[in-house]
């Protein structure tokens, strides 16, 4: 089963930056589109970003376009989904987490796969 491993969550003030990672040990992440989601306490989920399989097509929330990138490393060895995340506000703090296999933003139970989810804190 894919299992997948978030990382690069933290502590940080506002207008600063953070890179998540989204891994899949011992699997072909490179075969899947990927999301990523995030949740704040109180809040519903809420997909952040998206990008198919092979990096091509990639998508972003309105609240987040313009200041987080979505990229991939599908060579060997990396099989990587990456989020750079600039700028952030305290509005972006949440759990983030990525999910495999699914299409889009607005379905995630669409999505068969999912992480853990790393916190993202925003905050002077």
């Known amino acids: 089963q894919l299992q997948l491993v978030e990382s690069g969550g933290g502590l940080v003030q506002p207008g600063g930056s953070l890179r998540l990672s989204c891994a899949a040990p011992?699997?072909?992440?490179?075969?899947?589109?990927v999301g990523w989601f995030r949740q704040a306490p109180g809040k519903e989920r809420e997909g952040v970003s998206y990008i198919n399989s092979n990096g091509k097509m990639t998508d972003y929330a309105d609240s987040v376009k313009g200041r987080f990138t979505i990229s991939r490393d599908n060579t060997l060895g990396k099989n990587t989904v990456y989020l750079q995340m600039n700028n952030l506000e305290p509005e972006d703090t949440a759990v983030y987490s990525c999910?495999?296999?699914?299409?889009?933003?607005?379905?995630?139970?669409?999505?068969?796969?999912w992480g853990r989810g790393t916190q993202v804190t925003v905050s002077s």
């Open positions: 011992g699997f072909a992440l490179k075969s899947f589109n």
């Open positions: 999910a495999a296999g699914g299409w889009g933003l607005s379905a995630p139970g669409q999505y068969p796969y």
